[in-house]
């Protein structure tokens, strides 16, 4: 098999003479003579051919050496990410202890060949001690002075009162009651055991119009609720709960503790409301598990390289391959004359003196080298990095292996505790697990290659914002950098996680940027942007787009599958992530007519005729049709499209 070649660097002799004209009047605005005739110009011209010679014998670069010319170059292909997540593991029996799972516990999946997760962080769960009951009346949002607040825990304790849980009379939005506890909730499965009176009437059970929110640095949060038995606090019951890591206190009133509230909200469309506020007999709190980070990986203990000569340039390999990215807890260590002494990873030593203990690691292979030494101009040598001294022991403390996309498993895929953690009786991935990407491939360093020889490791160019953001992060799948519309602004980088699912389950909430991956990106670009340049990181808007379409069948073919994939191939078409023409994703800003749609639907197989095409604006939080139906539906120059339901119908 034949591979295309591809060109490292595809400007002809043309692009380069044009591309130096463009610049004399940046750098000579004197030179105003460009004709062929000009001295200069025929110099311009020279150096082009010359250029040009270079890059065709560039270009001409078999595939069996590709590699070792990226080496040289400095650009080597990606090692495998690992896929992250959460898994929450479920007391057997409730606990009158601290339970600690600690960090590297490991969880599996069934089968022959089971996929690893550990945990990624120590997790330690404790049991709520509820200090204070407090109602509050609405139109309070973050410290309600001791004037409102109205201290209700003898109702509670005392189990002899009923504690109406939404005191204003009558009630208004924001009434809430508020439980203080003692220590922070973070990262608990919180049971609520309630005994109710029957007063909270005229709700849907299922439904209730009411949140449960913690206090974070970002304000009152929501928690999610995995299960509520109580019918909006209505009936004796279960309330389960899973409380957000970052659960902080607050003072209330005077007192500070760690709050949890549940507030009366407004009710959405078609959601009945509270003809009067619930009370409750009796409330009791236990943590009946907790939920902590977990990633596709597998930890190697400490391990012996080898023995050290003395010489630059040494490499060791660890047994196993390829290695994540090193933690705290994972480093180089070298033993001399029982001494031990932890030395630094570099990406490279081109800023390494002799002095410096530094050390490479390549993830891909696992290969460990030290500095090389360099000869200069003058004949004398530098050397860039420290080496170890001869006959030292040469240790690494420890690495995780794993990662790449097999890590990608769907919800309650992993039930399989490795080792015993004492009181646990079950654990699961409630939600998927996301973020495996395999390694990159020699095909796919070609071509990234010639961006990254345009520019190097900067962003000066919208260009180089856009490559730099996707590089920093394996969940960035496309970027697109706004410059300011004003002096003064910032330039806005507008970033597309990769939802890691298909184009038919895509909900507006699969694009949304979470914190430790907008942190990945600004660790990236922070050392690489230019001086005085100012960038703010932002989400496209997402518009979504219903479309309806009738079409006519050829002769013969089944009008259910034809119907499935017209409406598969509808969603994947207006897909951000790889929608479009060319499948590369909806171009930023572009619009949408009934007319690309018929043309898509007309192209398929199958199709006979497109009778009718009507395009709805679509509510993606509430997942309802906005509006008529229109011809055209126009974006923001910072808008992207999301398709929503599709519905063709084969007549």
Not at 472 to 485: E, L, N, W, Y
Not at 536 to 562: D, F, K
Request: proline share 7%; with cysteine.
């Amino acid at each position: 098999m034949v591979f295309p070649r591809v060109n490292l660097d595809d400007r002809t002799f043309q692009d380069l003479v044009d591309e130096a004209k463009r610049l004399i009047p940046d750098f000579l605005p004197e030179w105003t003579n460009h004709n062929v005739s000009d001295p200069g110009v025929a110099l311009i011209e020279l150096f082009a051919w010359m250029t040009e010679l270079t890059l065709f014998r560039l270009n001409q670069v078999p595939d069996r050496v590709y590699e070792s010319f990226l080496d040289l170059v400095g650009i080597s292909p990606y090692s495998s990410s690992q896929a992250t997540g959460d898994l929450t593991f479920m007391f057997a029996s409730v606990p009158d202890e601290t339970v600690s799972i600690p960090m590297g516990t490991e969880v599996a999946s069934l089968g022959d060949d089971p996929i690893i997760f550990m945990t990624s962080e120590d997790l330690e769960i404790r049991q709520p001690e509820l200090v204070q009951v407090m109602t509050v009346p609405g139109g309070v949002d973050e410290e309600p002075d001791e004037g409102r607040a109205i201290d209700t825990s003898e109702d509670l304790f005392a189990q002899t009162e009923v504690l109406t849980i939404f005191g204003s009379e009558p009630m208004q939005r924001g009434d809430a009651t508020y439980f203080g506890f003692s220590e922070s909730l973070g990262r608990t499965v919180l049971r609520l055991d309630t005994e109710a009176e029957v007063k909270g009437v005229g709700i849907d059970p299922n439904r209730p119009p009411l949140s449960w929110e913690i206090w974070s640095e970002e304000g009152w949060i929501p928690c999610e609720v995995r299960s509520d038995t109580t019918g909006g606090l209505n009936r004796d019951g279960i309330i389960t709960l899973v409380i957000p890591s970052n659960h902080l206190s607050l003072a209330i009133a005077g007192s500070r503790s760690y709050w949890l509230r549940v507030r009366l909200t407004a009710p959405i469309p078609e959601q009945p409301d509270y003809e009067a506020s619930p009370a409750i007999r009796m409330l009791s709190f236990s943590a009946t598990g907790g939920v902590v980070k977990a990633e596709h990986a597998e930890t190697r203990g400490e391990e012996y390289l080898g023995v050290s000569d003395g010489s630059p340039s040494q490499a060791f390999v660890v047994s196993e391959a390829p290695v994540l990215s090193r933690n705290e807890f994972e480093y180089l260590e070298v033993r001399f004359d029982d001494s031990e002494e932890r030395w630094t990873e570099v990406t490279n030593f081109s800023e390494s003196t002799s002095e410096d203990k530094h050390f490479t690691w390549d993830s891909s292979s696992g290969t460990i080298e030290f500095g090389p030494r360099i000869r200069q101009p003058g004949g004398k040598w530098r050397q860039h990095g420290a080496i170890p001294e001869a006959s030292a022991e040469v240790w690494v403390s420890g690495y995780r292996t794993g990662g790449g996309s097999s890590g990608n498993v769907g919800p309650d895929t992993l039930s399989v505790m490795r080792s015993a953690v004492p009181y646990v009786g079950q654990v699961t991935n409630r939600l998927p697990m996301l973020g495996g990407v395999d390694a990159e491939s020699l095909d796919e360093a070609k071509h990234r290659a010639p961006l990254t020889l345009v520019s190097s490791d900067r962003a000066v160019t919208a260009m180089d914002h856009e490559r730099l953001a996707i590089e920093s992060d394996p969940g960035i799948k496309r970027a697109f950098c706004v410059p300011p519309s004003a002096v003064g602004e910032p330039t806005k980088l507008l970033l597309v996680p990769d939802p890691f699912t298909r184009a038919d389950d895509l909900t507006i909430d699969h694009f949304a940027l979470t914190e430790p991956l907008l942190e990945s990106v600004t660790n990236y670009l922070e050392p690489r942007r230019v001086v005085g340049t100012a960038i703010e990181l932002g989400a496209p808007q997402y518009v979504g787009v219903s479309v309806a379409c009738l079409v006519t069948p050829r002769p013969g073919w089944n009008a259910g599958t034809l119907r499935q994939t017209c409406e598969s191939r509808i969603v994947q078409y207006l897909s951000p992530i790889d929608g479009g023409v060319d499948g590369k994703g909806w171009l930023l800003g572009q619009s949408l007519t009934s007319g690309l749609i018929s043309q898509l639907v007309a192209d398929m197989e199958g199709v006979q005729r497109v009778e009718e095409v009507a395009l709805f604006e679509t509510d993606l939080r509430n997942q309802v049709r906005v509006g008529e139906a229109v011809e055209v539906i126009r974006l923001e120059p910072d808008a992207l499209f999301l398709g929503f339901r599709p519905r063709v119908v084969v007549k």
